[in-house]
């Protein structure tokens, strides 16, 4: 069992930045590859971005490459996404999500976050 919690959301402006920080319990956070996902109102939750357990590896989604970076350190049990040049259409509930092994989609995550909010304005 895993337990996360996302932590780091708020308003900002256009442009501007925000690092968001997932917390896992337990001490098996490096066997878990771990993926962001946010929903829009009214949206469907989509996939964001994702990391193996190592590291090693990173995914992104077209619509963040460039802007968005996901990190880990296993030594904290702690995954980040750092959103820099954000946009109006980043304005979501940013959630966090744990399985064995990465997916770049939505459905098949083990264990999931409360999420956070993300409100971008113009």
């Known amino acids: 069992q895993v337990q996360l919690i996302e932590s780091g959301g708020g308003l900002v402006q256009a442009g501007g930045s925000l690092r968001l920080s997932c917390a896992a319990s337990?001490?098996?956070?490096?066997?878990?590859?771990m993926g962001w996902f946010r929903q829009a109102p009214g949206k469907e939750r989509e996939f964001v971005a994702a990391i193996r357990r190592r590291g090693d590896s990173t995914y992104y989604a077209d619509s963040v490459k460039g802007r968005f970076t996901i990190s880990r350190d296993n030594a904290k049990n702690t995954v980040y996404l750092q959103m820099n040049s954000l946009q109006p259409e980043d304005t979501a509930v940013y959630y966090c999500?744990?399985?064995?092994?990465?997916?770049?989609?939505?459905?098949?995550?083990?264990?999931w976050g409360q999420g956070t909010q993300v409100t971008v304005s113009s």
């Open positions: 337990g001490r098996t956070f490096s066997s878990y590859a």
């Open positions: 999500a744990a399985r064995t092994v990465v997916l770049t989609t939505t459905s098949k995550w083990d264990y």
